[in-house]
């Protein structure tokens, strides 16, 4: 048997998200209509003998309640929610729960990061780490920028581990996908206990080294990349599995709008039954891969795609144009508007012959518009390249600010 345990961070994890972090976990926001963490969740499902799967966080239980069952009912698979009392970084976290995750005495334990967006080739990962043996394996992708892991091109072993390098170190990037035996518990137990000792031999209790100006962190908060990845490397317990796939990470809103996008091409794939256009039943015009929620209405003479993403209960009126889109639950985008580039926050309303739109660069601050929770755009009125919060009703145009 198999396990797999989805870290989801908390709270205090999505400040660059916000607005959009506002109201919702980060883990929860929609990405092709499904929320971010549905995703990893249903590529756990196509693992053979997979008995339970975890969420890890420190957003509040409610949150996640309705969610994980849910998503249980419907893969017909455990899907368990497992708080933590405070943030005890990736590797704390998954030692905290120990036991329950070992409960189904599990062979090998899939560990995901939420904020990744790939075709999360698990399957696979667990061949090649069936063939290198050892503790674990990493999954690796070549880097745009600086790379962290050195492998062995032979043996595929990790060499040398380096957390966020500011200098050329590799061209291979971490990307958040990993596969452990239940050894990584004792890893994780070593590192603590050293730490332990280490605080001891500088005569100071643990009360005190906690309190410490030079300790940044406390005993218990043992994070995966430097703490384990770079101590166990090199010593023949950690190997790479180089994927050639797609592979972003979502910390950013203009991510998501990004991700949104690759979801939805997978979909083609993997789900072509939740595109819009296929069956007929839609009958606006659709243009490349879009995602309709079945409670929303969109006017037959509306244009919409390629990469559109419209939630619950959202009315699209007569002639109105959307291209690269996010729009969240209960939107309403009234006749004639054009919604470009942007991220439409949950309740919003966009009057009529208005414009909501940016320049579509996904890296840049203000390259894509975003409309918080319930921003009312009033007729004719054009909103480019800005981000408006919350409750804000905009009755002049705006272009490159942040409405507060
Ligand atoms: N439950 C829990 N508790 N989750 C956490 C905690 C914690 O204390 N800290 C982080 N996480 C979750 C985050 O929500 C995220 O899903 C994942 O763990 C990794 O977050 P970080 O540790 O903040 O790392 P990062 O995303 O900046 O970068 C790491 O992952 C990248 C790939 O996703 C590094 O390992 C990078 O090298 C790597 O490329």
């Given at each position: 048997k198999v396990v797999a345990v989805i870290m989801v961070g908390g709270p205090t994890k999505g400040t660059r998200f916000r607005p959009l972090s506002f109201n919702t976990p980060k883990p929860l926001f929609p990405l092709a209509g499904q929320p971010m963490v549905h995703h990893p969740i249903s590529a756990c499902k196509r693992i053979s003998n997979l008995a339970q799967i975890f969420l890890i966080g420190f957003f509040e239980e409610r949150e996640f309640t309705l969610y994980v069952s849910s998503i249980s009912n419907e893969l017909k698979i455990p899907v368990r929610y497992l708080k933590e009392d405070k943030p005890r970084g990736s590797a704390g976290g998954l030692y905290y729960f120990r036991n329950i995750i070992m409960e189904d005495n599990p062979s090998?334990?899939?560990?995901?990061?939420?904020?990744?967006?790939?075709?999360?080739?698990?399957?696979?990962?667990?061949?090649?780490?069936?063939?290198?043996?050892?503790?674990?394996?990493?999954?690796?992708?070549?880097?745009n920028q600086f790379g962290e892991l050195v492998a062995d091109p032979i043996t595929k072993e990790l060499l040398h581990y380096t957390e966020k390098p500011e200098t050329f170190v590799s061209d291979l990037i971490n990307c958040g996908l990993y596969i452990f035996t239940p050894d990584i518990f004792t890893a994780i137990q070593e590192v603590s206990s050293h730490r332990e000792d280490q605080a001891n031999l500088r005569h100071l209790s643990t009360f005190e080294a906690l309190q410490s100006p030079t300790r940044t962190f406390p005993l218990d908060f043992v994070r995966l990349?430097?703490?384990?990845?770079?101590?166990?490397?090199?010593?023949?317990?950690?190997?790479?599995?180089?994927?050639?796939?797609?592979?972003?990470?979502?910390?950013?809103?203009?991510?998501?709008?990004?991700?949104?996008?690759?979801?939805?091409?997978?979909?083609?794939?993997?789900?072509?039954?939740?595109?819009?256009?296929?069956?007929?039943?839609?009958?606006?015009?659709?243009?490349?891969?879009?995602?309709?929620?079945?409670?929303?209405?969109?006017?037959?003479?509306?244009?919409?795609?390629?990469?559109?993403?419209?939630?619950?209960?959202?009315?699209?009126?007569?002639?109105?144009?959307?291209?690269?889109?996010?729009?969240?639950?209960?939107?309403?985008?009234?006749?004639?508007?054009?919604?470009?580039?942007?991220?439409?926050?949950?309740?919003?309303?966009?009057?009529?012959?208005?414009?909501?739109?940016?320049?579509?660069?996904?890296?840049?601050k203000l390259g894509i518009t975003i409309l918080g929770e319930a921003v009312m755009v009033e007729d004719e009125v054009v909103v480019i390249n800005s981000i408006v919060l919350p409750n804000k009703t905009l009755n002049l145009s705006v272009q490159d600010e942040i409405i507060l």
């Open positions: 090998h334990i899939f560990l995901l990061n939420c904020d990744v967006c790939c075709s999360f080739p698990l399957t696979d990962m667990l061949e090649a780490h069936k063939r290198y043996g050892g503790m674990g394996t990493v999954s690796a992708e070549t880097a990349d430097q703490d384990i990845l770079s101590p166990f490397a090199g010593k023949k317990q950690l190997y790479t599995y180089e994927t050639m796939d797609f592979w972003e990470q979502i910390k950013t809103p203009g991510m998501s709008l990004k991700c949104s996008g690759l979801y939805l091409s997978q979909f083609r794939f993997t789900s072509p039954d939740l595109l819009a256009g296929g069956d007929g039943t839609k009958s606006a015009l659709i243009v490349g891969d879009v995602y309709v929620h079945p409670s929303a209405k969109v006017h037959p003479t509306a244009k919409i795609g390629p990469n559109v993403s419209i939630s619950a209960n959202v009315r699209i009126g007569a002639g109105a144009r959307l291209i690269n889109c996010i729009v969240l639950d209960d939107v309403e985008v009234q006749e004639n508007a054009v919604v470009i580039n942007s991220i439409v926050g949950w309740k919003s309303s966009i009057g009529k012959w208005s414009r909501v739109q940016a320049d579509g660069d996904y890296n840049a």
